[in-house]
């Protein structure tokens, strides 16, 4: 079976109402950033009142992060914040090792000169760039992985996979990258863009795959060593 809407046109945002993406996005990010603490309860009303908004977009906001696993809604108790610890990345990150290599197999079957050519541009700019811009850098590897799974004709896996990636940005945007995993990042978009020029949709989908797993593994452990720093662990 053929499949359909496989000429939509690139993703720019998550699908849902762009007038309630700024007080999603707000409310995600202090979750991540911890100023709203691990197990705290969310009052619409309060949280409306906090970020300048009427109630509706909070309600909405609230269910959009539910379904990302940031916060539980129970009936009768209301919504609470999870625990962003690294079991939390590392759940979603095995969801994206099942996701991302399915996008990538896909794009191989589609991919141009066009669009190779602009995978090389933006990964110039990655290098280019050398990590000094760390807000830079992840708005560029965005561009890049973007041109890859933009395009996919599963907007819900392509919705997902933005979901998580913003999330894990927000998270990992709080620690230093390694030189050692700044030198992976590099090596691995270069063998993909090749894998890709060669309709490789294995080796491609292996490599994204690696990839993912590769930044979990980063994220992971500069949480635990924050943990482990952190005043009153048992190693600080």
């Keep these: 079976m053929g499949h359909v809407g496989c000429a939509k046109s690139i993703m720019t945002a998550p699908d849902f109402d762009v ?6 996005q707000r409310i995600r990010d202090d979750i991540v950033s911890g100023r709203l ?23 909405e906001a609230l269910q959009v992060l539910r379904g990302e696993g940031l916060v539980t809604i129970e009936p009768n108790r209301g919504a609470r914040v999870v625990r962003i610890d690294e079991d939390f990345v590392r759940d979603i990150c095995e ?9 990538t197999r896909w794009f191989c079957t589609i991919a141009s000169d066009p669009d190779i050519a602009e995978l090389e541009r933006i990964q110039d700019q990655i290098e280019s760039l050398n990590f000094g ?12 992985h973007m041109v890859i799974y933009g ?3 599963n907007r819900h896996a392509a919705d997902l996979w933005w979901r998580h990636r913003e999330i ?3 998270i990992a945007r709080k620690f230093p990258t390694s030189l050692s995993r700044r030198q992976t990042v590099v090596r691995e978009h270069r063998e993909l863009i ?17 990839h ?6 980063h994220i992971i452990e500069q949480m635990r060593l924050a943990r482990l720093k952190a005043p009153g662990s048992a190693s600080a």
């Design 133 to 144: 811009d760390p807000e830079k850098h992840g708005q560029l590897d965005t561009q890049f």
């Design 168 to 170: 894990l940005r927000s």
């Design 95 to 103: 969801i994206e090792m099942l996701i991302e290599p399915s996008l």
């Design 194 to 210: 090749e894998a890709i020029r060669k309709q490789d949709a294995e080796k491609a989908a292996a490599i994204v795959a690696q």
């Design 37 to 59: 603490a691990p197990l705290a309860r969310l009052k619409i009303g309060e949280l409306a009142a906090t970020y300048g908004t009427s109630t509706n977009p909070v309600r």
């Design 212 to 217: 993912v797993e590769g930044s979990g593994r």
């Design 151 to 153: 395009r996919h004709y």
């Design 19 to 24: 007038s309630h993406s700024t007080i999603y």
